[in-house]
C-alpha cells in the first residue's frame, strides 16, 4: 500500500490549483497523492482535469440540500470514504461550517489570493489595487472557523505593478499560487509541519534572503 499522504481537493470551478497539484503528484518522488476530487457545482473544468488524470471525482451538488450541515455530512463522508487524509480547498466556493472545520482540523488547507490577513474575501484583486498596497500575493492556510483565517503555512509576495489591472494582478499571482500549493502539500506530506499557539512551524525551513523594495527606484 502506498504510504504517501492521501489529498481530497474540493473544488467549484477551473481547477488551476488543482492542476498544479496534479502535475506535482506525476512525479514519482512527490509525498503525496489525490484520492478524490470533489465539486459542489456540476460540469465545472476542474472535473474534466481530475478525470483526464485518472482521479475519481464526485459531484456533490449544494443546491440539492436545503442546509449547510447536510450538504457537508454527505461531503464529509464521501472524503472519510475515499480514505482521506488532508483536504485541500482549491478555489472551493462554500463557506464551512465550525462543525466541519472541527472535523477537519489540522487537516484542511486553502489557497487565498492575497497576502492574509489583508484582503479576506472575494475581489481580492481589486482591493488590494484601490488600497494602494505595493505587494499583494497569496497564502496557503490551515482553515479556522472564521473566513480566510488560520495559521500561514506559506506565502508569496508580488510586487503591484503601478498600471495594475485586477485581471493583470490575478493572473500574476496565479502564477505563485501553482508553486505555493504543491511546496506546502509537500512540506505537510514530509511532516514538516506543525502549529504551535497558532503559529506554523517548518521544520528545516530554508530562510528567503534579502528583501524586496516596491518601488524598485
Ligand atoms: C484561486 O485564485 C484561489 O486562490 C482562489 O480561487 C481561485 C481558484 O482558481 N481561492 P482555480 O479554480 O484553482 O483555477
Known sequence: MSSKLKLGVLISGRGSNLQSLID???????????VTVISNVPGVAGLDRAAKAGIATTVINHKDFEDREPFEDVLHDALNEAGVELVCLAGFMRILTDGFVSRWLDKLINIHPSLLPSFRGLHTHERAIEAGVR?????????????????????????????????????????????????AVRLIAEGRVSIEDSLV?????????????????
Open 24 to 34: 506535482a503528484t506525476q512525479d514519482d518522488s512527490f509525498p503525496a497523492e489525490i
Open 201 to 217: 512551524k517548518i521544520k528545516d525551513a530554508v530562510n528567503p534572503d534579502g528583501t524586496t523594495i516596491n518601488p524598485e527606484n
Open 135 to 183: 505587494f499583494s500575493g497569496c497564502t496557503i492556510h490551515f482553515v479556522r472557523p472564521a473566513m480566510d483565517d488560520g495559521p500561514i503555512i506559506a506565502q508569496t509576495a508580488v510586487p503591484i505593478r503601478h498600471d495594475d489591472t485586477p485581471d493583470a494582478l490575478a493572473a500574476r499571482i496565479l502564477v505563485e499560487e501553482h508553486k505555493i500549493y504543491p511546496l
